[in-house]
DNA sequence: CTTGAGATTGCAAACCAATTGTAGTAACCG
DNA sequence: CGGTTACTACAATTGGTTTGCAATCTCAAG
């Protein structure tokens, strides 16, 4: 994100991302519910990987079932909306994925923090799988760790 | 693993690397028990990422818990005799890593087929990411695809 | 070898994220 | 506008994982 936008374009932005992301909804035969929308919403304004149950919670005043989220969130995966992500605990995090460049994240194991890195030195192991005879290819990556803050604070502590 | 080895030479290196896991456990202070044992055996034996109950199915002939399985590989993984891989749907599998290079995974999201991919060009990211600040570093990398033989029974199929 | 402290296990119950069934609602095509 | 039917809310259910606890096993000290 350029950090250089004023707070209307960066919402222009968000706004020209939803418009995005509803015609694919469009395209692969989906309707366009006022859900999917708010659920949408939320992926787009965190800009970063979040938990379905936090998407729940921003969308809960529009009064929207966590099973609701479940299921669109499966719809927009498929679709290729979303992208899944893995916290070493083995639990999902789920990030818009809609007009931005491929990249990845490290995550502080302590905190919970996520930051991106927009290096992304796999995408020729890929061609080298396919290679191999696989079609369809994709990889994830994530990288843990414990991030300065926290290090910091756990101070002498192995973890 | 050497192709060359015989099978004796093979459960002559599956014996040294349970006492390998072994001295791990002793030294971080563990006990080394029955289900522990039994448990490493079919880790070792897998010889590759294995599902926690198909872990319970090869030892439940001594009768060994389900939530014991469970509570052991979650110890090994601290002790870092396993490490966690993740399929695309989120579920986890765990894999024996002692005296073992490191290495990735071209998982079928089909026939849920497990390769080794032997290089990894992530370590130098590592680095980068311990400049950033972070300690502790890792990572996790896992490639998705379908391989040439359900590629070839799906046929015209986009999947 | 024997013994005791306490780590570990088996078992059953609890837990909780995720899924499913269904009747009602809302999207959208003509 | 209606009519079709995809979608949603709600509640019940599932299935993988965790937890509490009494019984058991490990292992080091004697
Ligand atoms: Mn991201
Ligand atoms: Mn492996
Ligand atoms: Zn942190
Ligand atoms: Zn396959």
Same mark, same amino acid.
């Given at each position: 994100?350029?950090?250089?936008?004023?707070?209307?374009?960066?919402?222009?932005?968000?706004?020209r991302l939803l418009e995005e992301a509803v015609a694919m909804l469009k395209k692969s035969? *989906? =309707?366009?519910?006022?859900? /999917?929308?708010?659920? %949408?919403?939320?992926?787009?304004?965190?800009? #970063?990987?979040?938990?379905?149950?936090?998407? *729940? =919670?921003?969308?809960?005043? /529009?009064?929207?079932? %966590?099973?609701?989220?479940?299921?669109?969130? #499966?719809?927009?995966?498929?679709?290729g909306i979303v992208r899944r992500c893995f916290f070493p605990d083995g639990s999902s995090?789920?990030?818009?994925?809609?007009? #931005?460049?491929?990249?990845?994240?490290?995550?502080?194991?302590?905190?919970?923090?996520?930051?991106?890195i927009d290096v992304c030195v796999v995408d020729g192991l890929e061609r080298l799988v396919?290679?191999?005879?696989?079609?369809?290819?994709?990889?994830?990556?994530?990288?843990?760790?414990?991030?300065?803050?926290?290090?910091?604070?756990?101070?002498?502590?192995?973890?």
């Open positions: 994100m350029n950090p250089l936008m004023s707070k209307e374009e960066i919402n222009r932005d968000d706004d035969g *989906h =309707r366009v519910t006022q859900p /999917r929308i708010a659920i %949408l919403k939320a992926l787009i304004s965190e800009k #970063g990987p979040i938990k379905i149950e936090d998407i *729940h =919670r921003r969308v809960s005043d /529009r009064n929207c079932d %966590l099973a609701t989220v479940y299921r669109c969130i #499966g719809a927009f995966e498929k679709i995090l789920f990030e818009f994925i809609v007009g #931005g460049d491929h990249h990845h994240h490290i995550i502080c194991t302590s905190c919970r923090k996520v930051e991106t396919h290679n191999r005879g696989y079609r369809n290819v994709s990889h994830m990556l994530e990288f843990f760790g414990v991030c300065e803050n926290c290090a910091q604070s756990e101070d002498g502590k192995t973890d």
